[in-house]
């Protein structure tokens, strides 16, 4: 397995379709689904590959002057739990030091509301996250938005 950067937007496109379209546990809403897969073009974007076939990916977003988030990440099913997300993020956290970035934030729903998002949460804590804050009502009150930061 493999990783590495892509820099044509059709393919992020098509990458981020393919992947999150498999995972509707995580990615079940269309019209979410359909933001991530626009909003890929022109980021800086990671996949990982078995053999040929995308397995796993993530893009970051610039929030601010100093700040990158993961924007989205996904990983087919069956190949949590071996690492992939770890490289992915690995790579993505590499190159935003170098594009001189200070600090990397990512989004979440809250520990304690959905299996799903708890093991997630569990997930960005294991690569040195930590809590910065939570807002309540950002996406609506039955998902509750974590935000997770880490300096660079």
Known sequence: MRQV???????????TRDILEALPDWFGIPEAREEYILGSAGKLFFCAYDRERPIGFLYLEETGRDTVEIAVMGVRKEYHR???????????KEA????GYSFIQV???EMG???????TNLF???????EFEVFPTLWDAHNPC???IMAL
């Not at 950067?5 to 990458?15: G, H, M, R, Y």
């Not at 935003?96 to 594009?99: G, K, N, P, Y």
């Not at 960005?124 to 930590?130: M, N, P, V």
């Open 113 to 119: 509301h959905y299996a799903e998002y708890d093991r």
């Open 5 to 15: 950067q892509i820099l044509e937007d059709a393919l992020k496109q098509a990458i």
């Open 124 to 130: 960005y804590l294991s690569l040195g996250f930590r």
């Open 82 to 92: 071996q690492g992939l997300g770890r490289k992915l993020f690995g790579c993505a």
């Open 146 to 148: 974590q935000v997770y």
């Open 96 to 99: 935003a030091r170098r594009q």
């Open 107 to 109: 989004k979440t729903v």
